[in-house]
């Protein structure tokens, strides 16, 4: 029989990274990771930036992100570059509410897969969540939040560094585009809690 030494051998780690794993999926009732980004969204006093390669929140979601925008708080969402035809017409009905309450968007120059919130100075998500309704409530996910200012301050200039391949959303642009594609953004919303 092995000694349980043999299962932890030494190491040379010398600092604590505190992290907690939150999980979810189709075997609980709890929306475990929807509160936890809720509670990550609600905590912002100066900023919270998000990557995600699409944005299409539920209401609580998306009402507490305007919440932030409007009340001055930095509010970032970066977002893929190049989508599936079919996710384009919903994800730009959900940038259009989030740019009119202030938040700013940005499209990666490509494909983005990254899943990362960083909230101040404070705390940071990595995982494997989009930011969809089945995602934060329904799909089998795993996200890891940070509670290092270090680590935080890490991921934000690595979110600073990412802005460099990306273009900031021209509203005034956006805002024209055509009543066809205001009608598809309206229709297709209908089918935000399937996709």
Not at 14 to 20: I, K
Not at 132 to 139: A, K, P
Request: proline fraction near 3%.
């Amino acid at each position: 029989m092995r000694k349980i030494t043999s299962y932890f051998p030494p190491h040379n780690v010398q600092t604590v990274l505190y992290s907690q794993y939150i999980t979810g999926g189709i075997d609980t009732d709890k929306e475990y990771i929807k509160m936890s980004y809720l509670k990550m969204i609600m905590s912002a006093r100066k900023r919270i930036w998000i990557q995600t390669p699409y944005i299409i929140p539920d209401n609580t979601v998306l009402d507490a992100l305007k919440v932030l925008a409007s009340s001055g708080i930095e509010v970032i969402v970066m977002l893929s570059g190049t989508l599936q035809f079919y996710l384009d017409p919903i994800n730009n009905y959900y940038i259009d509410e989030l740019v009119k309450y202030g938040a700013k968007i940005y499209r990666y120059h490509g494909y983005l897969h990254a899943k990362t919130l960083v909230v101040d100075d404070d705390v940071c998500c990595i995982g494997s969540a989009n930011f969809d309704t089945r995602s934060l409530q329904v799909n089998d996910e795993v996200c890891i939040f940070f509670y290092d200012k270090n680590f935080t301050q890490y991921n934000a200039s690595l979110f600073r560094e990412d802005l460099n391949h990306c273009s900031e959303l021209d509203y005034n642009a956006f805002a024209k585009r055509s009543w066809r594609a205001h009608a598809s953004e309206k229709l297709c919303r209908i089918f935000a809690p399937l996709l």
